[in-house]
Antibody, heavy 127, light 106 residues
């Protein structure tokens, strides 16, 4: 069964850093394009950005304007793990962070949708 | 940037049909995807590419998209359908989500 499990959330002060991890299992992580989505408490979903696969996307990354220059995505295909390095954190970065998967071609699902989500990890930025 | 507009809430009685709209400039030219999110849980894809359902999603969930409005329809609503619903597209090179609609089953 395909699964994503996030970890690394916690309480940090403004200006500090935090690294989240997303462990993938049950599917070919090496081929997967992965996306981060966040949700502030009581608010809607917000796209954070995407990292393409190394195989057919060159590992290219794309970021939302709100996090560009502060957040960095990376992946370790040998460990089936996705990372989100968050620097210079702001109070408005407080949210549950979800990792999601762009659907594989074999699923038949439109590639712009997100067919698999982790349970999320909470990041709280507060002084 | 592309904006998706959803009504904050929709209420229906059990057994009735719920229609959740998602407005955007010429959204009919885009592929729209819908997610269901129950309290304390991660979102779940319920409709993709305007009107297709992933495996395991009941036929009661359907979608349409034309002009400036996409619509998620839930037939024969029951208490288990009570949740927040979000529409999503790729627009102007970024992923855009609607603000979400809370479906309340009366």
């Amino acid at each position: 069964e395909a699964q994503l499990v996030e970890s690394g959330g916690g309480l940090v002060k403004p200006g500090e850093s935090l690294r989240l991890a997303c462990s993938a299992s049950g599917f070919s992580f090496t081929n997967a394009w992965m996306t981060w989505v966040r949700q502030a408490p009581g608010k809607g979903l917000e796209w954070v950005g995407r990292i393409r696969s190394n195989i057919d996307g060159g590992g290219r990354t794309e970021y939302a304007a709100s996090v560009k220059g502060r957040f960095t995505f990376s992946r370790d295909d040998a460990r089936n793990t996705l990372y989100l390095q968050m620097n210079s954190l702001k109070i408005e970065d407080t949210a549950v962070y979800y990792c999601t998967r762009d659907p594989p071609d074999s699923s038949g699902i439109h590639p712009d949708a997100f067919d698999l989500w982790g349970q999320g990890t909470m990041v709280t930025v507060s002084s | 940037s592309f904006v998706l507009t959803q009504s904050p809430s929709v209420s229906v009685a059990p057994g009735q049909t719920a229609r959740i709209s998602c407005g955007g400039n010429n959204i009919g030219s885009k592929s729209v995807h819908w997610y269901q999110q129950k309290p304390g849980q991660a979102p779940v894809l319920v409709v993709y590419d305007d009107s297709d359902r992933p495996s395991g999603i009941p036929e009661r969930f359907s979608g349409s998209n034309s002009g400036n409005t996409a619509t998620l329809t839930v037939d024969r609503v029951d208490a288990g359908d009570e949740a927040d619903y979000y529409c999503q597209v790729w627009g102007d090179g970024v992923v855009v989500f609607g603000g979400g609609t809370k479906l309340t089953v009366l």
